[in-house]
C-alpha cells in the first residue's frame, strides 16, 4: 500500500467517531482544550500497545481460535457500556470538580478500541515498513485526537451549568451505548 494511501486510510479510521474519539471530546467539553491535552499520550500509547499485542500475541491465536475474537468483542461491549454508564450517572450529579476522563480511561478504551484490530490486521504493513506506518500512524493519532479535543473545548463554556453539562455527559453516554451496540451486533452476526 502506498504511504499516501496509508496516511488516508489510518486518518479517515482516526476521524471516525468512537470510544476513544467520544472520550476525548467528552474531556475537552468538561475542562478544555489545554488541561485535556494530555490525554493524547494515553491515546497514542493505548492504540501503539494494542498494536503490539495483536500483532505478536492476539493474532497467532486468533487465527488458530476464531471464538477467541468474539470473547474479545464481548470485553469491549461490557467496558464500552460501563463507559456509558458511569457518564450517564456523572450527569445526575451537580457540577463536580475535577475530572471524569481520566488517562487510565482513555488509555483503557483505546487498547480495547476496535479500530486497533484494523491497525493491526489490515492497515499497518508487514515488517518493511512498520516503523514508517507506525510513525505516519502516531502523528495522525496526536493530530486527530487533538481535533477531537478541540471540537469538545468549543462546547467547554456551556458546559459549566449543571442542565447542560447533565445534557452533554448524557449525550456522550449515548453514544458510547450506540457503539457498543454497533460492536455487538457486529459480533453477534458473526456468531
Not at 475474537?69 to 456523572?90: D, K, N, P, S
Not at 469538545?152 to 453516554?173: D, E, M, T
Request: hydrophobic content about 60%; overall charge positive.
Amino acid at each position: 500500500m502506498h504511504l499516501s494511501v496509508f496516511a488516508f486510510a489510518c486518518a479517515s479510521l482516526l476521524a471516525t467517531p468512537g470510544p476513544t474519539n467520544t472520550l476525548l471530546a467528552t474531556a475537552g467539553a468538561e475542562v478544555g482544550w489545554r488541561r485535556a491535552r494530555y490525554l493524547l499520550a494515553a491515546e497514542l500509547s493505548g492504540y501503539l500497545l494494542a498494536i503490539t499485542i495483536l500483532r505478536l500475541v492476539l493474532g497467532p491465536v486468533i487465527a488458530s481460535l476464531p471464538v477467541f475474537a468474539l470473547v474479545l468483542q464481548g470485553v469491549v461491549v461490557v467496558y464500552v457500556l460501563h463507559l456509558a454508564i458511569a457518564l450517564w450517572r456523572r450527569g445526575n450529579v451537580r457540577l463536580l470538580t475535577g475530572q471524569s476522563i481520566t488517562f487510565q480511561r482513555v488509555f483503557l478504551t483505546t487498547l480495547l478500541n476496535p479500530k486497533g484490530l484494523i491497525f493491526a490486521f489490515t492497515l499497518i504493513p508487514a515488517a518493511d515498513g512498520v516503523l514508517v506506518g507506525l510513525g505516519v500512524l502516531s502523528v495522525e493519532i496526536a493530530t486527530i485526537g487533538f481535533g477531537w479535543i478541540l471540537l469538545g473545548s468549543a462546547f467547554h463554556a456551556r458546559l459549566q451549568n449543571a442542565a447542560n453539562a447533565k445534557i452533554g455527559y448524557r449525550v456522550s453516554a449515548g453514544m458510547l451505548a450506540l457503539l457498543a451496540g454497533a460492536v455487538a451486533a457486529r459480533a453477534l452476526a458473526a456468531f
